[in-house]
T-cell receptor
Framework: AQKVTQAQTEISVVEKEDVTLDCVYETRDTTYYLFWYKQPPSGELVFLIRRNSFDEQNEISGRYSWNFQKSTSSFNFTITASQVVDSAVYFCALSEAVDAGNMLTFGGGTRLMVKP | EAQVTQNPRYLITVTGKKLTVTCSQNMNHEYMSWYRQDPGLGLRQIYYSMNVEVTDKGDVPEGYKVSRKEKRNFPLILESPSPNQTSLYFC???????????FGPGTRLTVL
């Protein structure tokens, strides 16, 4: 069965530091999709990025970047020059092509606290 | 504005009193799902729907019902709520499998 592990339950940084959130996944499917979501203190889930298993190209969006490595089954997320507004819980998630329900399997989340 | 809406946002009820949480999306998405979020257990899928009149169980369907009579709506029904259904519930929709899911704002349910 698929599994997503976010080993870091909480990270605390000072504003302007760079921070990397780790995500390791397990799946037997050759076609799968990886996601990152942000859950700010207000509670909603905000979509950040989607990657399919055939696209290992890293991506940068402003201060955010993602490193997808199939060889290590990892999909890590880096925030450069962190800001207080980045404080949130971040979830990594996986869905498999074989799953008819498009079910997302979430990791346990990493709570990021950015202090001024 | 493209969005998923849920109502109510907060609900306190008592054991056994039937309730419905509504979910609506305006993006013409095929897929809709319900998830619950619990401390220490993360987010888990309850039910999903691939299209009108097509629904199926997710990981934790016990105690819940759903229906999909219209493409935009996917209500979650608790026929006889129990305290272990106290949770934060999210509705989500997506265009097709493998695409990003857009989540509603969440419904915090407390069953006394």
């Amino acid at each position: 069965a698929q599994k997503v592990t976010q080993a870091q339950t909480e990270i605390s940084v000072v504003e302007k530091e760079d921070v990397t959130l780790d995500c390791v996944y397990e799946t037997r499917d050759t076609t799968y999709y990886l996601f990152w979501y942000k859950q700010p203190p207000s509670g909603e889930l905000v979509f950040l990025i989607r990657r399919n298993s055939f696209d290992e190209q890293n991506e940068i969006s402003g201060r955010y970047s993602w490193n997808f490595q199939k060889s290590t089954s990892s999909f890590n997320f880096t925030i450069t020059a962190s800001q207080v507004v980045d404080s949130a819980v971040y979830f990594c998630a996986l869905s498999e092509a074989v799953d008819a329900g498009n079910m997302l399997t979430f990791g346990g989340g990493t709570r990021l606290m950015v202090k001024p | 504005e493209a969005q998923v809406t849920q109502n109510p946002r907060y609900l306190i009820t008592v054991t056994g009193k039937k309730l419905t949480v509504t979910c609506s999306q305006n993006m013409n998405h095929e897929y809709m799902s319900w998830y619950r979020q619990d401390p220490g257990l993360g987010l888990r899928q309850i039910y999903y729907s691939m299209n009108v009149e097509v629904t199926d169980k997710g990981d934790v369907p016990e105690g819940y019902k759903v229906s999909r009579k219209e493409k935009r709506n996917f209500p979650l029904i608790l026929e006889s709520p129990s305290p272990n259904q106290t949770s934060l519930y999210f509705c989500a929709s997506s265009f097709q499998e493998g695409t990003e899911q857009f989540f509603g704002p969440g419904t915090r349910l407390t069953v006394l």
